[in-house]
């Protein structure tokens, strides 16, 4: 069948992304789904840092790429042997597909699947297959998703079913967003009633783990950006108090409004700094969580003794620890009882021939979560 997809042919194009246009609406020939795999029509999809890190090049994926990884839609057909899914579910999608049957599955550790990992680097589906063309050429899928398209065909296993009252504009953001930023605090950091939290980095994944924290009974709640406009939404949507992390004396404030640091500090700015920051206002015995995507290249340093004489624990967190098939539907009971409020990070509704101009806002700074509406 036809689909629209929204091709990225060469990474690192230059900004304003207004002018040079780096992302492009295309017919292209979709097949039907394989083994294993489901056609979604596309309903919502979220803009995200992820994708930018693509198209500025950060983060190194092969092109031509039918990009997007943050959506929700309405399947429409399922190939042979699919078990979990029927046409008429609404999905939300899901950029790590779990195989299952890896070590790291096994574990109950779907977010570090092995396969699924090679697939998405591979721009394949969880199969090894590529089901997207554009006069006769193979496009390559973004994580498996491919969700700035009006059709998509995943492995059932990068779908996860919700109930058909929830709002899909809503649902899209469960998939990268809440999973995220919500997942490392819950997950990742194990956060417990009435400790201080520390959130760095109030983007879209920020702000919804700063929901996280309030939804678990934080006690202080320090949010940090270098943004004032985020800062201040951040005190709107529950933190105590805010800081700006470049401020001379900022780690010394945090250490002082919280009696000496933050039980969790989480860094998702993507930024070496950030990180830097995040350990740097941590308490003793405390625990840092980093699950920004900063360049490859970045570095930072610490000093290892730290983590003997205070018991510091630094660690990393990928899809928030999440197990998508739990925590999805998790995630979206607490958005529906409105434990969850994701709608407030919504600051821009898209059509998808905007999509240029929302990545340049993102690029910019000038927006939380962005969500492409199809319908």
Request: net charge negative.
């Amino acid at each position: 069948m036809k689909t629209t997809i929204t091709i990225l042919r060469e990474r690192g194009a230059a900004r304003p992304y207004t002018d040079s246009r780096p992302l492009e609406l295309v017919e292209a020939e979709l097949a039907e789904p394989g083994p294993g795999e489901v056609r979604i029509r596309m309903a919502a999809a979220g803009l995200c840092h992820s994708d930018l890190s693509v198209i500025n090049g950060d983060r190194p994926r092969d092109t031509p790429l039918a990009l997007g990884h943050e959506g929700a839609g309405v399947v429409e057909a399922v190939g042979p042997h699919v078990t979990r899914l029927a046409p008429g579910d609404h999905v939300v999608t899901v950029f790590i597909a779990s195989c299952g049957h890896c070590v790291p599955c096994a574990e109950g550790r779907p977010a570090l699947c092995e396969p699924g990992a090679a697939a998405g680097a591979a721009g394949t589906l969880l199969g090894g297959h590529r089901r997207i063309a554009v006069e006769g050429d193979e496009i390559h899928h973004h994580l498996g998703v491919s969700a700035f398209s009006t059709h998509a065909v995943l492995s059932e296993n990068s779908c996860v079913r919700i109930d058909k009252d929830i709002p899909l504009d809503r649902a899209a953001l469960l998939g990268c967003a809440v999973l995220t930023g919500v997942g490392a605090v819950l997950n990742s950091g194990a956060l417990r009633m009435g400790e201080a939290c520390a959130i760095v980095g109030l983007g879209g994944v920020g702000l919804a783990g700063l929901l996280g924290a309030v939804a678990a009974g934080a006690g202080k709640i320090v949010a940090a950006d270098l943004d004032p406009a985020k800062r201040a939404l951040a005190l709107e949507l529950g933190a105590t108090h805010a800081i700006d992390p470049a401020a001379p004396d900022a780690v010394a404030a945090a250490r002082d409004i919280t009696g000496g640091g933050v039980h969790l500090a989480v860094e998702l700015a993507g930024a070496a700094p950030a990180l830097q920051f995040a350990y740097d206002i941590t308490r003793r015995g405390g625990t840092t969580v980093t699950a920004g995507l900063p360049h490859p290249d970045a570095r930072m340093a610490l000093p290892p003794v730290s983590l003997t004489t205070e018991e510091r624990t630094l660690k990393g967190s990928y899809v928030g620890s999440c197990v998508p098939v739990r925590d999805i539907p998790r995630f979206a009971r607490m958005m529906m009882q409105g434990k969850l409020p994701v709608e407030k990070l919504v600051t821009h509704r898209l059509r998808l021939d905007e999509i240029n101009e929302g990545f340049e806002r993102l690029a910019a700074g000038q927006a939380v979560r962005q969500v492409v509406i199809f319908d």
